[in-house]
Structures are given as structure tokens and as C-alpha cells.
């Protein structure tokens, strides 16, 4: 499985037009690997980030030095996923003492 | 199906196996139909609750995004649901009576699968693109629907990626032949996550559709029956008015089709787990969204055209 250690999702909150396309910008720059959970369309409307560890720094200090303000939704990924993997095994073990 | 664990995410096989018994259980109402196989070869099932022939028929779909596992979950509980109901509620009782149900539980079976293997954030489809090391197209943007407009990308490595013509993906095809050859599906509902939405065409362009007013209208009172429950609070609209622009769209291409009643719903949550839901929510977000499903049933039921 592909592993989200360290990956976080940040909430972008664009104020403006500009704002809106220099995150857009972020989709061109294919090696920061940057997966877009809500798309950059519309000022106002939030735009969530998932970034993986390597590129966390950057793609922060890029928002911070354009002056975009941003919170962090999802601080490590992979434990999110974590607990959802446990939950469906503690699942299926009940599951399977039951039957 | 009464054991079955509905608070839990599950496998596709769980899930086939799911069909299979609600379908033995339930011979005189429900049916499994395979209107294709996706690219690597899985079958596209569809649950067709019925109570007589040739009806007008209402669709929803659940997990064309294969990420976005609250809407499959969502989707077993529904077809248990409304195996249970009907004969027992009569709003429910009556629109089997008029009108047939159909319901694809896993629309992209292959990213389904991928997302429980490999890569739990996987939205597109499994298919390869010719001259690209990148997999998959979003089959939410490969309908023939403005397809390539804005909104799409016609790069492959990115999540829109439109796919090398419209419906070129077969699991989108399946649909697309089914919805043809059927020639009476009256509602149509495409069902996503996350953002708490209900939205409907266009995405592709800022025209309003002829029908707008009636179509927002019906979604004020579904979004106002789905607050009821838990106080989840929706906001609805056109989808380019509301979210964003989006070219080669399901329900824009339905609703060009001339299925009047098209629609789409962002389930839970407006950002907290984001596509990772916690499996405690599926039964809450299950249950408001089948309020809200059931008023655009019933007004499909009852106008008719």
C-alpha cells in the first residue's frame, strides 16, 4: 500500500483572483506531486491540498510568501488511514467469530 | 443481509457478495444485472429493484470517484434499505409500484479495488494512456458533455484527466449503452464526496437549462428533508454556479440525454476527514441522503413526462 506517512492536507483560503491562480499554478508543477482534493476555481470557496512529506516545506513557504493564508485539515494522512485499517479489521474479526 | 455489517467500509467482493444475497433473498424484487466489465475485466452489476415491466426507471450510481468510499457504503445501505421498506412504507411501496429503482453500488470497480490494494487515494480508472508512464481517467469528465471543455485536463497525470475521447472509458461506456438502450430512465443521480452538496447541470457551461427553477426548487426540498435528520446542512445549486466549472460531466450528459431529473450529490464532510470519513458516519450520512434522495424519487414519481 502506498504510505501517507507525514503527507498532510491543507485548506487554502484564496482572498482573491490572483491568489485563486497562483495555487492553480501549483497543479502545473508536476513534481511536487500535489494531489487537489477540492479544485482552485473560485475565490471564497476553500481549496484542500494533499502534500507529501518531501514537499511540505516548500509548498508552505510558497503559500506564506504569497501571502495566502492556509490551515492544516489532516496533520499526518497516514494515521487517518490507520485507524480506518483497523476499524475494518476489528470488523472482520468479529465477522469471522461470529460466523 | 441482515447480518451484514452496514457501519463498516467493505471489498468489492464483500460487496458482490452483498448483491448476490440481497438478491436471493428478494427474488420477487430485486435483480442483478451486468451492463459490462471495466478495463481490467471486473463486472459493472447493477441492482434493479422492480415490481412489474416495462417501468420508467430512476438511477443512481455510487463510487464513479473510487476514493470516495462514504458513497459506496452509502449505496449498500440503500439497496438494503429499500429491499426492507418496501411493502412497508408506503411512499416507498407506491414509487416501486409506478417506477423501477436502479442502483450501480461500485460505478469504477477497478479504482475500487485499487484503493483497498495499492493506493487508498485513488479517484480515476485503471486503464493505461498511450505515450504516458500515468494510469487512469476521470470518469467524471469523460462523458460526452463538453467534453475537453474547461475543467478537464487533457494531461494524463493530473486527477481530471478527460480520457482520449468521450466515453472512452468502459465502465462510463456501460452506462452511456445502458441508459440508451433502456430509453426510459426518468431521474438520474450521480452520487460523490466530499463537500455537502446537491447539484445539478450544467457543469460544462453558465447556460441554465430550461428546467432550472424546478430543478432547484426540488433540490431546496430534498437539501431541507436531509437537514431534518441531523442537522447536516447542504448548499445546492447548478454545478458551475455552485462549485466550479466542470466539462464532460455524468449528469450533463444525462440531462442532455433527456433525463430531466439529473443530479448530483458531494456527500460528508465539508472538510474535516475529507475522503476519509470515519466508518461511524456512514450510517448518519446513509440515512440523511436517503431523505433527500426520496424527495427527488418521489417528484420523479410524480411528474412523470
Known sequence: MENYSGQQVLRIFPTDEDQVNLVRALEDLEHLQIDFWTSPTKVLLPIDIRVSFRNLQSVKVYLESNNIQYSIMIHDVQSLLDEEQNEMRRNRATENARS | ?305
Open chain 2, 1 to 305: 443481509t441482515d447480518s451484514f455489517n452496514y457501519a463498516t467500509y467493505h471489498t468489492f467482493d464483500e460487496i458482490n457478495a452483498f448483491i448476490d444475497n440481497l438478491v436471493n433473498e428478494n427474488p420477487n424484487l430485486v435483480s442483478k444485472i451486468q451492463i459490462g466489465s471495466s478495463y481490467e475485466g471486473r463486472p459493472l452489476n447493477v441492482l434493479k429493484f422492480s415490481t412489474g415491466p416495462n417501468r420508467p426507471a430512476f438511477w443512481i450510481d455510487t463510487g464513479i470517484h473510487s476514493r470516495e468510499w462514504v458513497t459506496q457504503a452509502s449505496g449498500i445501505w440503500f439497496a438494503k434499505k429499500i429491499a426492507t421498506d418496501y411493502g412497508k412504507d408506503a411512499s416507498l411501496t407506491n414509487t416501486l409500484n409506478n417506477i423501477d429503482i436502479l442502483l450501480e453500488i461500485v460505478t469504477n470497480p477497478d479504482g475500487y479495488v485499487y484503493t483497498h490494494k495499492s493506493d487508498r487515494m485513488w479517484r480515476k480508472t485503471r486503464s493505461p494512456n498511450s505515450g504516458s508512464l500515468c494510469v487512469g481517467t476521470d470518469p467524471n469528465r469523460n462523458w460526452d458533455a463538453g467534453f475537453g471543455g474547461p475543467g478537464s485536463s487533457s494531461n494524463p497525470c493530473t486527477e481530471t484527466y478527460r480520457g482520449r475521447a468521450a466515453h472512452s472509458e468502459p465502465e462510463v461506456k456501460a452506462i452511456v449503452d445502458f441508459v440508451k438502450s433502456h430509453g426510459n430512465i426518468k431521474g438520474f443521480v450521480s452520487i460523490h464526496s466530499y463537500s455537502q452538496m446537491l447539484l445539478f447541470p450544467y457543469g460544462y457551461t453558465t447556460a441554465r437549462t430550461p428546467d432550472h427553477n424546478e430543478l432547484n426548487t426540488v433540490s431546496r426540498n430534498a437539501v431541507n428533508a436531509l437537514a431534518s435528520l441531523y442537522g447536516t446542512s447542504y448548499t445546492y445549486g447548478s454545478i458551475i454556479a455552485t462549485i466550479y466549472q466542470a466539462s464532460g460531466g455524468t449528469i450533463d450528459w444525462t440531462y442532455n440525454q433527456g433525463i430531466k431529473y439529473s443530479y448530483s450529490f458531494e456527500l460528508r464532510d465539508t472538510g474535516r476527514y475529507g475522503f476519509a470519513l470515519p466508518a461511524n458516519q456512514i450510517i448518519p450520512t446513509a440515512e440523511e441522503t436517503w431523505l433527500a434522495l426520496t424527495k427527488l424519487i418521489e417528484h420523479t414519481r410524480d411528474n412523470l413526462y
